[in-house]
């Protein structure tokens, strides 16, 4: 069983950054794929970018390409999200993820654990 906890959310101006933190219990954390979704009032869930077991391997939603990165420190438990030059389009409530397999998808149905999302906010 894995657990996971959001942190870092919050309320910042467009062009700022913030850096997302999914913290991870459970031994077998380091083993899956994990991700960023989405969800912002209104809208469904969507994909932002996943990392594979080892952080080798990244994908992103072509609407943050260029400005998040993720990364994950399997010796933390952690996985992160890295937000540069935000947009108002940017403001949701994020979710961590994580997958049953070392590769990660776009798709929701492909994670089977979740965290309970954190806020963030971009003001224009």
């Known amino acids: 069983q894995v657990q996971l906890v959001e942190s870092g959310g919050g309320l910042v101006q467009a062009g700022g950054s913030l850096r997302l933190s999914c913290a991870a219990s459970?031994?077998?954390?380091?083993?899956?794929?994990a991700a960023w979704f989405r969800q912002a009032p209104g809208k469904e869930r969507e994909f932002v970018a996943t990392?594979?077991?080892?952080?080798?391997?990244?994908g992103y939603a072509d609407s943050v390409k260029g400005r998040f990165t993720i990364s994950r420190d399997n010796a933390k438990n952690t996985v992160y999200l890295q937000m540069n030059s935000l947009k108002p389009e940017d403001t949701a409530v994020y979710y961590c993820?994580?997958?049953?397999?070392?590769?990660?998808?776009?798709?929701?149905?492909?994670?089977?654990?979740w965290g309970q999302g954190t806020q963030v906010t971009v003001s224009s």
């Open positions: 990392v594979s077991w080892s952080g080798g391997n990244t």
């Open positions: 459970g031994r077998t954390f380091s083993t899956y794929a």
């Open positions: 993820a994580a997958a049953g397999s070392r590769w990660g998808t776009s798709r929701k149905d492909d994670y089977y654990y």
